[in-house]
């Protein structure tokens, strides 16, 4: 089955340490994205990526990092200069077509903690 | 930039009650429109989209039309069930005229509570 998988689906940090979130993709899309969500505020875009080896900061990029080194994969660093990183992150890809209607397939979500 | 306004939640309802959610926007070119699902501790789903003016999205008993005049993309539903509780997102995506990466933005969001 085609879809997008993130792990882990729970996750602690402690105050100070760097946390990576897993993202794959097996629909063979190009683009993949990056989303924070908190209560109340809807979905924010942190970083997005449309080719391998290439990515651009969204709306809400300081204190996190990602990388795009193979296509199916896209991890988020939510590193220790991030002041809120509690919150609900999901992973999202799409094709990218000439049209500009690009409709993203979500995965399930990572809850990050900090304790 | 783009924008998305919601009405804001809860919605609270019996079942088999009607539903609406409104929804507006601002945008710059021809956006398509979507509207997302999302249920307890999962990711989002896609419910309807409409891509121009005057299309009607629908699926599992929801619509929203694309009316360009009042920028509106308002959700529907004859007769709600239990198990339509949820949030429930309204996003755009630019088209011509905008950016073409696809990028969504998002509405905040509204809860649905449908009681028995």
């Known amino acids: 089955d085609g879809g997008i998988t993130q792990s882990p689906k729970y996750l602690f940090r402690k105050e100070g340490q760097n946390v990576t979130l897993s993202c794959e993709q097996n629909?063979?899309?190009?683009?993949m994205y990056w989303y924070r969500q908190d209560p109340g505020q809807g979905l924010r875009l942190i970083y997005y990526?449309?080719?391998?080896?290439?990515?651009q900061k969204g709306d809400i990029a300081e204190g996190y990092s990602v990388s795009r080194e193979k296509k199916e994969s896209f991890p988020l660093t939510v590193t220790s200069a991030q002041k809120n990183p509690t919150a609900f992150y999901l992973c999202?890809?799409?094709?990218?077509?000439?049209?500009?209607?690009?409709?993203?397939?979500f995965g399930p979500g990572t809850r990050l903690t900090v304790l | 930039g783009d924008s998305v306004t919601q009405m804001e939640g809860p919605v609270t309802l019996s079942e088999e009650a009607f539903l609406t959610i409104n929804c507006t926007y601002t945008?710059?070119?021809?956006?398509?429109l979507f509207w997302y699902v999302q249920y307890p501790g999962e990711g989002l789903q896609l419910l309807l989209k409409?891509?121009?003016?005057?299309d009607k999205g629908s699926n599992k008993g929801f619509e929203a039309t694309y009316r360009k005049e009042t920028t509106s993309f308002h959700l529907e539903k004859g007769s709600v069930q239990v198990s339509d509780s949820a949030v429930y997102f309204c996003?755009?995506?630019?088209?011509?005229?905008?950016?073409?990466?696809?990028?969504?933005?998002f509405g905040q969001g509204t809860i649905l509570t449908v009681h028995p």
């Open positions: 999202a890809s799409s094709i990218i077509s000439g049209r500009g209607y690009n409709e993203q397939f």
């Open positions: 629909l063979n899309h190009d683009a």
């Open positions: 990526s449309q080719i391998v080896n290439d990515f």
């Open positions: 945008a710059t070119g021809y956006p398509s």
């Open positions: 409409a891509t121009k003016a005057d």
């Open positions: 996003a755009l995506t630019a088209g011509a005229g905008g950016t073409s990466y696809g990028k969504l933005t």
